[in-house]
């Protein structure tokens, strides 16, 4: 019980923390002077006089407590700093949304899933739905190689893309009619 009583009065040595008190408004000065803002300056301080009073046991009797007060003020503000230096104010979202990037490609599963459904369609139709969607040629170079209307492959194109879109589950405004380029 003697001992705990002893460590309690070595923790609220009122030296200690009468110093602390003294020094509170040169603190807060070169705190405003680092910061340039009374409300960071005042956290700095708060800060700086916890860490001493959690660290008291590491100030050395006989030192300069205020100097090493501002130690640990300035080594709080110089930490403080690197870390706001590397931060970006992003409230909404907007700077995070931007790093965003979606693979380009095709999950496995979906690739699977198209795959299936093209196996479904009509040769014809699937045909020029690769020749459009995969190869991209234009519908004129298609209907030249098939030595058809650009008019007739038009109408494959758009039957292919809607089978295809009523066999996976999608309905016609969904994503095969920007997949697959227009031309």
């Not at 008291?56 to 090493?68: D, I, K, M, S």
Request: charged residues 30%.
């Amino acid at each position: 019980m003697e001992d705990s009583l002893q460590a309690s009065e070595e923790r609220h040595d009122s030296g200690f923390v009468d110093q602390l008190l003294t020094s509170t408004r040169p603190l807060r000065a070169f705190a405003i002077s680092l910061t340039h803002d009374v409300d960071r300056a005042e956290d700095l301080v708060q800060s700086t006089l916890l860490k001493a009073c959690d660290r008291r046991n590491r100030f050395e009797p006989g030192t300069c407590l205020q100097a090493w007060l501002f130690t640990i003020l300035k080594n709080d503000f110089h930490t403080e700093h690197r870390k706001r230096s590397r931060e970006v104010e992003d409230a909404d979202g907007a700077y995070a949304a931007r790093l965003i990037q979606l693979p380009d490609q095709l999950s496995e599963l979906e690739l699977r899933d198209l795959s299936e459904a093209l196996s479904q369609l009509p040769e014809r139709q699937r045909e020029v739905l690769l020749m459009v969607g995969v190869e991209g040629l234009s519908y004129e170079e298609i209907a030249a190689r098939q030595r058809v209307t650009v008019g007739t492959i038009k109408s494959r194109v758009n039957r292919a893309r809607h089978h295809l879109a009523e066999v996976l589950g999608l309905g016609p405004e969904d994503a095969i009619g920007t997949r697959f380029s227009q031309h």
